[in-house]
């Protein structure tokens, strides 16, 4: 058992995160943002991390300020431990097709290939952008096709939970300057 803890407190959020690197899935979330708390467990379940997550904020504003503390706080937390620097994964998940790639590099760049952003898309890219921010990672989410919004996104987020759970079995950080 690896435990690691982390909290933010802000004018717009209170955020506790606990995480077992080596789990088993199992997460207790609670967001008050549904959907999120939904997509969340998906990316706990696949990475095999074990997960507490409570989040209060100002939700009679909207939900960018718990998403985007929450992504901060789960990339501060994350980046306390060291995993392989190359890491990609393709889905095919019911009517989605998603390539996610992360280079753990310590260098910042969000890229995806979302045209038609609402809302809700928007909020996914400000969650991975602020997380490439604070894990200090390189992203790419690439999507072939897509119907159904929520099969998009939700198959991100199990794309995410299944790099980490690739990448913390093995931690070789690649580069030919020695070190990251």
Excluded: P
């Amino acid at each position: 058992m690896e435990l690691y803890q982390f909290r933010r407190k802000t004018l717009e959020s209170d955020i506790e995160i606990k995480l077992n690197y080596f789990g088993f899935g199992i997460f207790k979330i609670k967001t008050f943002v549904f959907f999120f708390d939904h997509i969340f467990s998906q990316f706990i379940n696949y990475s095999l991390f074990d997960c507490y997550l409570r989040c209060y904020s100002d939700l009679k504003i909207d939900s960018h300020h718990s998403l985007e503390d929450i992504s901060i706080s789960i990339g501060l937390l994350l980046k306390k431990k060291k995993i392989n620097r190359y890491n990609s994964f393709q889905l095919c998940m019911d009517d989605s097709f998603i390539l996610m790639s992360i280079d753990a590099c310590n260098r910042i760049y969000y890229f995806d290939n979302f045209l038609y952003l609402d809302y809700d898309l928007q909020l996914l890219r400000e969650f991975f952008s602020v997380f490439a921010k604070n894990y200090k990672c390189c992203i790419y989410i690439y999507c072939y096709y897509y119907i159904n919004k929520h099969h998009l996104i939700e198959s991100i987020f199990k794309i995410f939970g299944i790099i980490f759970n690739n990448a913390k079995k093995n931690s070789i950080l690649h580069s030919t300057k020695g070190y990251i």
